[in-house]
């Protein structure tokens, strides 16, 4: 008897510190964060200019001309850019819709062919923006008035990026999204994400279109091209590239589709532009911009939505973002300061051996 009562409180014993091990191990995972990209050196000041024509993706063009800038610490007004040459290509029409993820379709060897092709690695990252840093004046509802400000941060490292959306509310309260992946040609391709809320850490996983939750729930195959998915963080660089790659058109009453991951799980997000508005900021002046609205859901996972404004004549960047939290909630950011960095010095190639 009484070794029995010794047995079942030792199974006891040792349950409670596989249980006790299990959440530390949990809590540890969920509190270590992202190896972040060490902050790059800005050193223009990005200004209001004529807005560019929307560059054919083919063209490998650099995202931005030196023009379009000033410096960090001149008081000068901006130089004005050079016209866009009339023979640049016309915009694509706008891709359609992307078919929803199915586990059982195989891969598409188109698909397959265009991964596998050899690509000029360097050439395919000149249409990407330089690194830059678009400040934010942030205000906003929830449980009573808010003020603060925010950041969305884009930088890259040869084929690697990082997108950063830091929140900062009432000096006090700090949210984080991070996007990090590979720069590519053809989009943007996540590989990790995380966000830090005020109830704590979410993180996924790509790989290959597989998309996982920090818990192992895979919220969208493979067979879904990798390209086509973004999430929270990365669409804001993701769109602005489109636009002014020629990829999608900006233009009232056009529309932008793509698969979006959340922690929540994925969905097709359908971006309508219903208007061109002039944005009173207070810094920059009266801007010129596109608003971009998402349709509802039939299955949203969550009630966080963003509509997105797009100026052409700041390189096509989101100049303002209005985020719904669900009832009345909401914080809008309007741009105040867009910081860029110098481009990048393409790495010079090794002579061969005769």
């Known amino acids: 008897m009484k070794f029995r009562a010794f047995a079942l409180l030792l199974a006891l014993v040792l349950l409670f510190h596989w249980a006790g091990l299990s959440w530390l191990s949990e809590q540890a995972q969920q509190g270590r964060p992202l190896v972040l990209m060490p902050d790059p050196l800005f050193t223009r000041v990005i200004r209001p200019a004529p807005a560019p024509r929307p560059r054919p993706a083919s063209a490998r063009l650099a995202h931005v001309a030196v023009a379009d800038v000033e410096p ?15 023979s640049e290509a016309a915009p694509r029409p706008t891709e359609p819709a992307l078919p929803a993820p199915d586990a059982s379709a195989p891969v598409a060897p ?21 690194d830059t840093r678009v400040s934010y004046q942030l205000k906003g509802y929830y449980r009573g008035t808010i003020w603060g400000n925010a950041r969305v941060q884009w930088q890259r490292q040869q084929s690697r990026y990082q997108v950063r959306l830091d929140m900062t509310l009432a ?9 990090q992946g590979e720069a590519t040609d053809a989009g943007l391709v996540p590989s990790d994400y995380e966000e830090r ?11 290959g279109g597989y998309v996982r939750s920090i818990d192992g729930r895979t919220l969208a195959s493979a067979q879904t091209p990798p390209q086509a ?31 979006l991951a959340r922690p ?12 061109e508005e002039t944005l009173q900021t207070p810094e920059l002046g009266p801007v010129q911009a596109f608003h971009l609205r998402p349709r509802p859901i039939a299955n949203p996972a969550g009630e966080i ?25 909401f914080v809008d950011l309007m741009v105040e300061r867009i910081d860029q960095g110098a481009p990048q010095q393409r790495p010079a190639a090794e002579p061969m051996n005769p």
Request: proline share 6%.
């Open 110 to 130: 188109a698909v397959e062919a265009a991964a596998s092709a050899p690509r000029d690695a360097g050439a395919s990252l000149d249409s990407w923006p330089l």
């Open 264 to 275: 929540q799980g994925t969905s097709l997000w359908t971006y309508d532009v219903v208007a």
């Open 171 to 179: 000096l006090v309260l700090r949210l984080s999204m991070t996007s």
């Open 305 to 329: 939505t963003a509509e997105i404004w797009f100026a052409p004549s700041l390189q096509y960047l989101p100049v303002r973002v209005r985020i719904a939290l669900g009832g009345d909630n």
């Open 229 to 259: 998915l973004q999430d929270t963080a990365s669409q804001f660089v993701e769109l602005s590239h489109r636009f002014v790659s020629g990829r999608e058109k900006l233009a009232v009453g056009s529309e932008v589709r793509f698969w």
């Open 72 to 86: 960090a610490d001149a008081g000068t007004p901006p130089v004005t850019p050079e016209t866009a040459p009339a």
């Open 197 to 207: 809320f005020l109830w704590g850490v979410r993180r996924m996983t790509f790989d």
